[in-house]
T-cell receptor
Framework: GAVVSQHPSRVICKSGTSVKIECRSL??????MFWYRQFPKQSLMLMATSNEGSKATYEQGVEKDKFLINHASLTLSTLTVTSAHPEDSSFYIC??????????FGPGTRLLVL | LAKTTQPISMDSYEGQEVNITCSHNNIATNDYITWYQQFPSQGPRFIIQ???TKVTNEVASLFIPADRKSSTLSLPRVSLSDTAVYYC????????????FGDGTTLTVKP
């Protein structure tokens, strides 16, 4: 099956710094990738749609200037959390599409902002 | 996108068959039904996808009635390692896979 990787798997940063998370489709090309956020004991919440070669589209309530998304190639999308604060601490997960739009998810990135 | 409704939790014992039903009353003609499994601190793992009738793979079966307003994931002979959260999603094939996660079903398998 399709494989999606994320890097890093865990990151701890100080409040006010920026953190970049990479999402890669390893064995297929993806013109569209999705970024989700998941808080403890909660479901996944879609943050934005990453489109290769064009601007990302953000879900209502997600600040585009705080969560910068770049989809520079057909296998890589990056999410940068700018000026991170403790409330941004969460589990960030990306996905990329396959046959019949089946989404394959990355292993997730645990962000802790101190 | 169609909203999905699942039981919040289910308990089972090792070796039993588990059936988790999901309702999606507003499913559209070009929507597919996809099920995922998620363990703590991991990304969701694809289990099975279907459009109508029955689909079976090496880990599960998916039953979809003719009206497609619901679907049932069937896990044969569960083990302790099947304890996880199971999500039912409706995915539109003209929307690049964009979908909304519901609350999922927490399945607990007991010895």
């Amino acid at each position: 099956g399709a494989v999606v990787s994320q890097h890093p798997s865990r990151v701890i940063c100080k409040s006010g710094t920026s953190v970049k998370i990479e999402c890669r489709s390893l064995d297929f090309q993806a013109t569209t990738m999705f970024w989700y956020r998941q808080f403890p004991k909660q479901s996944l919440m879609l943050m934005a749609t990453s489109n290769e070669g064009s601007k990302a589209t953000y879900e209502q309530g997600v600040e585009k200037d705080k969560f910068l998304i770049n989809h520079a190639s057909l296998t890589l999308s990056t999410l940068t959390v700018t000026s991170a604060h403790p409330e941004d601490s969460s589990f960030y997960i990306c996905s990329a599409g396959g046959f019949q739009e089946t989404q394959y998810f990355g292993p997730g990135t645990r962000l802790l902002v101190l | 996108l169609a909203k999905t409704t699942q039981p919040i939790s289910m308990d089972s014992y090792e070796g039993q068959e588990v059936n988790i039903t999901c309702s999606h009353n507003n499913i559209a003609t070009n929507d597919y039904i996809t099920w995922y499994q998620q363990f703590p601190s991991q990304g969701p793992r694809f289990i099975i996808q279907g459009y109508k009738t029955k689909v079976t793979n090496e880990v599960a079966s998916l039953f979809i009635p003719a009206d497609r307003k619901s679907s049932t994931l069937s896990l044969p002979r569960v083990s302790l390692s099947d304890t996880a959260v199971y999500y039912c999603l409706v995915v539109r094939n003209t929307n690049a896979g964009k979908s909304t996660f519901g609350d999922g079903t927490t399945l607990t398998v007991k010895p």
